[in-house]
C-alpha cells in the first residue's frame, strides 16, 4: 500500500494527466510563470532494444501552477506558439537541459540529451548560430544533443525550415523526426532533410500488437530508417510485448513507461540502477 501510495503520488507530481482540465491556465500566467521560474524540466530513459544500454534522456518541460497544479505541455505550448512566448520557453529548456546534462557528465555520465524544439522557433536562419553559441558557453558536447522536431512542421515554410535544420546538422546536433507517421510530409521531404534519428509516434507502439495496419507502420518506419542512414526509436513502449515485437522488427531504441517515466533529475541514477538489476 505503501508502495501504491508512492507510486500514484509520483505519478500526480510529475504527469500531466492529472492536471485540472477545464479552465486551464492564461497566457498571463504563463509569462509569469516563465518569468518566476515555475517551468521546470523531466527527462525520460532512451536505452538500445538490443542490450537495454542507457543511452540518453528526452527533456520535457512541466508547468506547475500556484493553484491548478500540473499545466500539460500539450495545452501550454501551443498557447506559447500562438503568443511569442515559445522563444523565452526554447531558451530555458535549451540551456537547463544543456546544463543538467553537463550535471551527469562531471558524474561519469555522458547522457545523449533529447530537445523538443517547436517548428515555430525554426523560422530564424540566426538560431542554428544562437543555439550553437548557448552551447558552447555552456561547454556542452554538440555531438550529444538531439533536436526533435515535428513531421508536420515540415508543410509550412519549408525551403527555410529544411535550411535551418540543415545547419543545425552541419553543427553536429543529431535532429529527430518526431511523432513520425502522424503528419504529412512526403517521402521526399523526409529523405532530403538531415534526420539522424525517426521517432515512431506512440499511436502505433499503442496498438502494434493488436492491430495489423500499426504493426506494419511500425515496421516499415524501421526499415526506411534504416534505408536513410537514420536511428529508429519507439517512443510510448508501455508493455513488455510491445517492446518484444520492436525487438523482433530491428528497432534500435526504445521509450517509454514501461522503461521509465519522465522524471526529476536526481531521480535518474536510481532508476538507472534498478533498470539495470
Ligand atoms: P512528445 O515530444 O511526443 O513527447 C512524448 C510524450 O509522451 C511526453 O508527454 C511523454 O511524457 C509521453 N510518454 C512517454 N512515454 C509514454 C508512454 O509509455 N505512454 C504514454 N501514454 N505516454 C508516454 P508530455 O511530456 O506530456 O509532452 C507532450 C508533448 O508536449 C510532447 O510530445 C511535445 O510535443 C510537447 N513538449 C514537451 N516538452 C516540450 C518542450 O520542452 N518544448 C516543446 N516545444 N514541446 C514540448
Ligand atoms: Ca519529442
Ligand atoms: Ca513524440
Ligand atoms: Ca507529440
New binding site residues.
Partial sequence: AKELEDVLNKYIKYS?IFAVNNDLASVEELAQAIKEKALFLVY?PQVTISDREVVGVE???RWKHPTKGMI???YF?PMAEENGLIAA??MF?TKTAIRQQGIWRTQGRNMRMSI???PKILDDLDLPSKIEACVKALGADISKLVI?VTETALTTNLALYMDILARLRMKGFGISI??FGTGYSSLQQLIRAPFTELKID?AFIRNIKTDKESYTISKISIMLAHEFGMKAVA????TEAEWNILKQLGCDEG????IGR?MPPEEIESWIKSWSA
Wanted: net charge negative; aromatic share 8%; no cysteine.
Fill in positions: 500531466p525520460q527533456a520535457l518541460v500539460p505541455p500539450d505550448i520557453i526554447t529548456t523538443n524544439m517547436s526533435e518526431d511523432d506512440r517512443e510510448g513502449i508501455e521509450q517509454g513507461y514501461w519522465p
